[in-house]
């Protein structure tokens, strides 16, 4: 878990169920292709899935997979997350133009 996941998103998670696990484990290698890498050059812990207050799943980059979405012109990665007792699916969009356009 901990090779997976960063502290702060094993906290979170110690307390949720196994496919919630899982579905993480999809949305960062959604974000892996939406930046167009796969782990080369970068490993699990430079992708954070968090909540926001409301929920959201929210990804932070690292300093190393920041660089990579600016290269491809990407300013940030929008993620969605869904899952159910047998299947997780995750899709991740990097975006090019401000939070709000």
């Known amino acids: 878990m901990s090779r997976l996941f960063t502290a ?9 169920n196994p496919a919630s696990l899982a579905v993480r484990f999809a949305g960062k290698e959604a974000v892996l292709k939406a930046l167009g890498t796969g782990l080369r050059g970068l490993s699990w812990h430079d992708i954070e899935i968090l909540d926001n207050e409301l929920g959201e799943p929210i990804v932070y980059l690292s300093a190393k997979a920041k660089a990579i979405a600016e290269s491809r012109g990407g300013k940030y990665v929008r993620i969605s997350l869904s899952h159910s007792k047998d299947n997780a699916v995750a899709i991740a969009i990097l975006y090019c133009g401000a939070l709000n356009e």
């Not at 702060?8 to 949720?16: I, P, S």
């Open 8 to 16: 702060r998103e094993l906290e979170v998670l110690k307390a949720r």
